[in-house]
């Protein structure tokens, strides 16, 4: 019994060892910033700009006729009675909720179109990070996007490899 605890130890430790002599290698890159020099980000984003450019004119139209219809209610408030008052006011909060929740979808809508558009560059990024680490034995590529990088040395720096991995030229 002693024996195999004895043999135990001698395998546990060397592999303990081999696995301090390994040096990490670790890399850092800005994914957000290789995400927008991508051209499948500036072609979503052309789309996205149209498609929000439709939405901001149907509600800027809509506002336009709540302005119009709450103007002509407070110029004409003092002749309509309290029936077609009432009905007015009723008319406008509506449109004013109807105008409000639309903002909300729409707003919705456009994530999840950006989301939609994204997707497929965000993939090819994600794969290109994964081949450079592969290709050059890093263990580790941290995305320093949000800040969350505290200390890392300039030539862990992996842009210019994923970069290269998707075809974008430095300008």
Known sequence: M??????????????????????????????????????????????????????????????????KKQTDFQQNEKT???????????????LAANIKQFQVDAQNNINK?????????????????RAVAKDNGYRFVIDNSNGQLLYSEDEDNVENLVRKKLGIVIK
């Open 2 to 67: 002693q024996k195999y605890l004895l043999i135990t130890c001698f395998i546990l430790g060397s592999l303990f060892q081999g696995v301090h002599a390994q040096k990490l290698k670790y890399g850092y890159i800005n994914a957000d910033k290789i995400l927008s020099e991508m051209p499948e980000i500036e072609l979503a984003n052309k789309e996205l700009e149209g498609y929000v450019k439709e939405i901001n004119d149907y509600i800027n139209s809509k506002n336009e006729e709540f302005k």
């Open 113 to 129: 179109k950006k989301q939609d558009l994204y997707q497929s560059a965000i993939a090819k990024l994600k794969d290109a990070i």
């Open 80 to 94: 309509f009675s309290e029936l077609i008052k009432k009905d007015r006011e009723e008319e406008l909060n509506k």
